[in-house]
């Protein structure tokens, strides 16, 4: 329907992937403060193994809006299994009260019908706040 055109956001948006902030390599930082690239084979290993001895609740997931559907339903699972409390950051913005929405998340309804975020998500921070105080 719209051919070959393009929004100017998605046109736009594809200077992250370049970006000197993003994660490119795993690294395991030592006991001794050494750190140490890893693969991120034996990375996943790690995490695995120190998911699998967390306490229940002891987890907090934090996904993304921008995930696809299966990506936040593996989340879920994983989230149950390790009865884990999750959310997702808003992203926002202006709208224009016509085709752009203040929400600029591609997939907010994604995470919310999967159960990864609330309704009106970012309390997340504060509820890890509350969990980890001591007495909580």
């Given amino acids: 329907m719209n051919s ?4 100017d956001s998605g046109r736009l948006n594809y200077k992250w ?5 993003r994660i490119t390599a ?6 001794t403060g050494d750190r140490a690239e890893i693969s991120w084979l034996v990375a996943l290993k790690e995490i695995s193994e120190i998911l699998r001895k967390a306490a229940p ?7 993304s809006a921008r995930q696809t559907n299966e990506e936040l339903y593996l989340l879920r699972k994983l ?3 390790l009865g884990a409390i999750t959310d997702s950051v808003p992203r ?3 709208a224009d009260k016509l085709l ?17 975020a609330a309704q009106t998500p970012v309390r997340i921070f ?3 706040s509350k969990a980890s105080s001591p007495g909580k």
């Fill in 4 to 7: 070959s055109w393009m929004c």
């Fill in 92 to 94: 926002t913005g202006e």
């Fill in 126 to 128: 504060q509820r890890l």
């Fill in 79 to 81: 989230a149950t299994k």
């Fill in 57 to 63: 609740g002891s987890v907090a997931i934090i996904g």
């Fill in 26 to 31: 795993c690294e395991k930082l030592l006991v």
């Fill in 100 to 116: 752009v929405s203040a929400d600029k998340n591609p997939n907010m309804n994604g995470a919310i019908l999967t159960g990864i």
């Fill in 17 to 21: 992937i370049g970006s000197e902030h």
